[in-house]
């Protein structure tokens, strides 16, 4: 939540993309109470694409009204979250919150706390 309301504050647009049922992600969003935090939520389920899909990204991107170059994705699969966004021309930050560290030149950080920071 601290990332979140310190993206928020400096008037970052938020957009949510999650793969898997649209009902058990749905009930995610409403358990954790994350769901208004959003302006755009794409769960592949509904949708009928998912991640690493490029319409997945386009989607999301139409929603917010910006355009690859003034977008970031930041996720915690490489493949997903940084390189397939990346090819599109979305800057893509992988979320290594192990440490494991080999993200072929990726932008990384270790917790979401250091995307506000």
């Avoid at 949510?16 to 969003?29: C, F, P, Y």
Wanted: proline share 5%.
């Amino acid at each position: 939540m601290p990332c979140l309301e310190g993206l928020r504050a400096r008037g970052v647009r938020l957009g949510m993309v999650t793969n898997g049922d649209a009902a058990m992600q749905r009930e995610k969003l409403a358990r954790f109470a994350l769901a208004p935090w959003f302006e755009c939520i794409l769960i592949e389920g509904a949708f009928g694409a998912g991640e690493p899909d490029p319409s997945v990204y386009r989607h999301v991107l139409d929603a917010l009204g910006v355009g690859p170059g003034e977008a970031m994705m930041v996720g915690d699969n490489l493949e997903w979250d940084v390189v397939a966004p990346a090819r599109l021309g979305v800057r893509g930050v992988w979320l290594d919150r192990r440490g494991t560290g080999g993200g072929d030149g990726a932008e990384v950080v270790r917790s979401l706390a250091d995307l506000v920071a």
